[in-house]
């Protein structure tokens, strides 16, 4: 049988304590040996609270499916902020590059509705509009018509 445990993890940061001890220990496996895997899987997220789903088979094999933090929480670590700017719409959270920005894309591209980094960029930059980060020092919405317009498109290929 089958057994699934779904946790919220600090990025590279879980350890036998709850949540993951107290649920994995009565399932009999190896609770370090999940603790390393659940760590050496969510380390790019480090700090942020991730979404973890652990599968342990009758045969005790185990995999770790690890889900990713909200675009906002990556924005903000990658701005150093601890939360956005509110309603004031005048107000800049931070500013962010457009590596910074390809990086989150490429992040996200598997969870965001995104068939390209070109369109998963443009999904991220939606998020900064609405939590008042901008890029490259202009707002998010300008940065969104210069790469329908070409501008960013040498940063932008597919790796």
């Known amino acids: 049988m089958t057994e699934v445990v779904e946790v919220l993890i600090p990025g590279g940061q879980a350890d036998p304590g709850p949540p993951l001890g107290p649920a994995m220990g009565p399932l009999g496996v190896n609770v370090k040996e999940v603790v390393d895997m659940v760590n050496e899987k969510t380390k790019e997220f480090n700090g942020m609270q991730v979404p973890v789903k652990i599968i342990i088979e009758s045969d005790k094999s185990i995999a770790v499916e690890v889900g990713t933090p909200p675009t906002s929480a990556i924005i ?84």
């Open 76 to 159: 903000k670590q990658e701005l150093g902020v601890e939360k956005g700017v509110g309603d004031n719409r005048s107000e800049v959270l931070g500013d962010l590059t457009m590596e910074q920005v390809v990086k989150i894309g490429r992040m996200k591209k598997d969870s965001l509705l995104s068939y390209n980094v070109k369109n998963a960029v443009k999904e991220i930059l939606g998020t900064c509009l609405s939590i008042g980060a901008t890029v490259d020092g202009k707002p998010a919405r300008e940065v969104q018509r210069m790469i329908d317009d070409g501008t960013y498109d040498e940063v932008l290929t597919e790796q």
